[in-house]
């Protein structure tokens, strides 16, 4: 799930490129890049590592030009390596770079073809290499030396049937512009904004709403499923849906986790639907466990604060926060491999514990999915001498493999994959477990929004959106990227070569 933003500026952005990639840290925290374009040419800089740690004033003070594009990655195919860090660059036509959040079902197909039908190489292992070429091909297709609004859409439409997943993309152009399009089904969220200055109108395209709030550009809408965006140089401003077929089915985990609650997606207000799923999931649990004689109600920081806050307020239980988060550790669950997963939850919460001794206390937390939080939290507050432990998790069981940009590639690593509800209390040593159905799910989210009626939600249900996935897939995909393939392939990777390699005499 990473993040990515484009700035079309009458000034120069990179300013605002890593201030809007710094509120969408939480989208990726493995690599960061920025690219901008001044006279005609690209200026990159990208690496593994956060954005205040990839970024140093030298290579601020290098990123010139008013118009630009950033990304944070959280890898969901290929490797981690910095070479598949994002922006990706081709050199013809014109010179394109790309930022993409999410991920195609069927790169390895493209990939070939794109060999075998247009002799493109494709370096790495990522499959957003992959789409940044068909891009780049649709549009050499054209032997205009100066493309305009109709032949980007054109092109787009074009990459829209042939490439399928979720694809949340912003790509720059050399001598033309920004082109920000969205896969048929919205599946990855994508916004813009703009700013008016002295000099004209600035347009700012992001993954999340917060990004433009922090840059003072005014929202305007989402962008639409199949939509694509064109915005020259000079702001002009184009938009065309390039899909015969849309169907807006946004990723519901987005909702549940992903999302920063400050956040606006598809005109729904992130915080507004946790708060939903804390009403929901109250309600349940006064229906299903009133003879739970619970005392307290505790989040597990900090996706599930908001969530549970609701809940504490259904139930008229206190909420105390028991659980204090180790502000300079990130997000666990989006980090790369389980043995760094599982250290950093001891190091990321840490209990007091007066507000567990001698309680019944009810662990709130927005989803499980490995289960690599819930079995230490739980342990945690035994050991913090909570009497009964009670879990509730505001997403259903996550029982099915994600291909659509979360980096949940294997049913295996999963801990309600082929158990009951029963088995994973057992399994994370909970004294009861409880969780948010998915219709009360889905009507928690879209109660924003009524207008959206479809959600991907294949996490929960195994139903996938885009049609092309079948088990033979999800059997190669798992082969592929499961825990230990991925260390093993890390492993051998790391002494090797990269084609992109900008630490060099950097001093790094
Ligand atoms: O069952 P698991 O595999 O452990 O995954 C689920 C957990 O991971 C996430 O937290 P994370 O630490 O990533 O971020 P947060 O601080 O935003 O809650 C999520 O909020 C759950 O707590
Ligand atoms: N999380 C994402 O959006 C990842 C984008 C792309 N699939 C990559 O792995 O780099
Ligand atoms: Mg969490």
Redesign the pocket.
């Known amino acids: 799930m990473c993040g990515i933003v484009g700035i079309v500026g009458t000034s120069p952005v990179n300013q605002a490129i890593y201030d809007g990639l710094t509120v969408l840290q939480h989208r990726g925290q493995d690599a960061a890049g920025i690219i901008t374009i001044d006279n005609n040419t690209f200026s990159l800089r990208k690496a593994n590592g956060l954005v205040k740690d990839v970024f140093h004033t030298r290579h601020m003070k290098r990123l010139q030009g008013n118009i630009g594009i950033g990304h944070v990655r959280y890898p969901t195919a290929g490797s981690s390596s910095s070479a598949e860090a994002q922006p990706f660059y081709v050199n013809s036509p014109f010179g394109i770079a790309m930022a993409h959040n999410g991920n195609l079902t069927n790169a390895e197909a493209l990939k070939e073809r794109l060999f075998t039908k247009a002799r493109r190489h494709v370096n790495t292992t990522s499959d957003s290499e992959v789409l940044l070429n068909i891009l780049a091909y649709e549009l050499g297709r054209n032997d205009k030396m100066k493309l305009d609004a109709a032949d980007m859409f054109k092109a787009i439409s074009e990459v829209n049937q042939q490439v399928s997943g979720g694809y949340a993309t912003i790509a720059m152009i050399i001598g033309h512009g920004i082109l920000a399009f969205r896969d048929p089904h919205g599946i990855r969220p994508l916004v813009f904004g703009k700013r008016e200055t002295e000099r004209g109108v600035e347009y700012m395209f992001a993954s999340e709403s917060v990004a433009l709030s922090i840059d003072g550009f005014e929202f305007v809408r989402d962008v639409a499923p199949g939509e694509a965006i064109y915005v020259t140089e000079d702001g002009q401003f184009y938009s065309q849906i390039c899909a015969d077929k849309t169907m807006h089915a946004p990723c519901i985990f987005e909702f549940v986790?992903f999302a920063r609650p400050d956040s606006n997606i598809d005109n729904m207000s992130v915080y507004a639907t946790r708060v939903n799923m804390g009403t929901k999931l109250g309600e349940k649990i006064k229906r299903e466990w009133a003879d739970k004689d619970i005392d307290v109600v505790i989040p597990?920081?900090?996706?599930?604060c908001d969530i549970a806050l609701e809940i504490a307020s259904v139930l008229n239980l206190p909420y105390r926060q028991g659980f204090v988060k180790n502000r300079y550790i990130g997000?666990?669950?989006i980090m790369p491999g389980q043995e760094q997963r599982k250290k950093s939850v001891r190091r990321k919460l840490n209990a007091i514990d007066r507000e567990f001794a001698g309680k019944n206390v009810l662990l709130v937390?927005?989803s499980i999915v490995r289960g690599t939080?819930s079995a230490q939290i739980v342990e945690m507050a035994r050991d913090a001498g909570a009497k009964n432990v009670y879990f509730a998790s505001a997403a259903p069981e996550v029982r099915f493999p994600n291909v659509y940009g979360i980096d949940m590639p294997s049913a295996a690593e999963l801990i309600a994959h082929g158990r009951d509800v029963e088995d994973i209390n057992a399994s994370i040593g909970s004294d009861g477990l409880i969780y948010q159905s998915i219709s009360d799910l889905k009507d928690a989210v879209a109660l924003e929004n009524p207008e959206i009626t479809r959600f991907e939600t294949s996490v929960f249900d195994g139903q996938y959106i885009t049609g092309d996935v079948n088990q033979d897939y999800l059997n190669r995909i798992d082969a592929l990227r499961n825990d230990s393939a991925k260390s093993t392939r890390e492993k051998a990777m790391s002494a090797s070569l990269e084609l992109h390699n900008q630490e060099t005499g950097e001093g790094e």
């Open positions: 986790y597990i920081p900090e996706t599930s997000r666990t669950f937390d927005d939080t």
